[in-house]
């Protein structure tokens, strides 16, 4: 079955890029967690100026966990797509993923179960079925909250981190990179939702370069991210 699936999510950037500068470094990135749960925000999403899909960001407790959902929604091309991280609430370290997209090429399912130093990922489509293990360094997190993951980190000028990423749920092979994080200056942008002072984060990955904006507040909301190929801009938020 062949997948075309547009570049959304961070895992795109680095898919296929391991290696490079951005050394695999297995540390707590979470400075501390802004947000209240339940939380949802909702974006539009922009290629080349002009509106070609929606995504929405929730956060919600489920039992002793914190579920982190996104959903994207094409309706041009007909394709949907969601990501649901189970992590745990103080840490954000990934207890499982479920991925799923459905679309022109068809239907994909994909689960992503961590224990210990390991995860199992199994992937299910309309013809193919596979299953991948990954070693998993202790306190690694999955790259499907990353966007969550930025908002907790130490927002000052010129702070630096690095973390170790698994791409669990893509459409490659489940792997393992190293992310640099760094913190630029403050900026003032605008965005449906408003005009917000933000602080502008850059991430590294394998060579490649993407950027987003979160909140000078205290809940430090994801205001805008540019992906390299999509823009992502605050609508609402609750």
């Known amino acids: 079955m062949r997948w075309l699936l547009p570049i959304l999510f961070f895992a795109a950037l680095v898919a296929g890029t ?19 749960a339940p939380e949802s925000a909702r974006y539009r999403i922009l290629n080349d100026d002009k509106v070609v899909g929606s995504a929405e960001l929730g956060i919600d407790r489920q039992g002793p966990s914190l579920k ?81 993951l930025w908002r907790t980190v130490t927002f000052a000028d010129g702070y630096e981190t690095r973390y170790s990423d698994i791409l669990s749920c893509t459409l490659d092979k489940t792997q393992n990179l190293g992310v640099t994080l760094k913190v630029k200056d403050k ?35 994801l205001l805008r991210y540019d992906n390299g190929t999509d823009i992502f801009e605050l609508e609402s938020q609750e």
Not at 101 to 106: E, K, L, Q, R
Not at 193 to 211: C, D, H, P, V
């Open 187 to 221: 900026e003032t942008i605008e965005v449906p939702a408003g005009k917000f002072e933000a602080w502008r984060l850059e991430i590294r990955s394998g060579g490649g370069t993407q950027t987003a904006w979160y909140g000078i507040d205290a809940r430090h909301p």
């Open 18 to 36: 391991c290696g490079g500068e951005d050394a695999i470094v297995s540390q707590d990135v979470v400075s501390a967690v802004p947000w209240q």
């Open 68 to 148: 982190l959902t996104q959903d994207f929604n094409f309706p041009e091309k007909k394709y949907t797509n969601t990501a649901e991280v189970m992590v745990d609430p103080g840490t954000l370290l990934p207890q499982s993923t479920d991925f799923r997209i459905d679309g022109p090429n068809g239907r994909l399912n994909c689960q992503a179960q961590y224990s210990g130093k390991s995860v199992v990922v199994q992937r299910k489509g309309e013809d193919t079925e596979r299953t991948d293990s990954l070693d998993v360094p202790v306190g690694s997190y999955d790259s499907w909250t990353d966007l969550f």
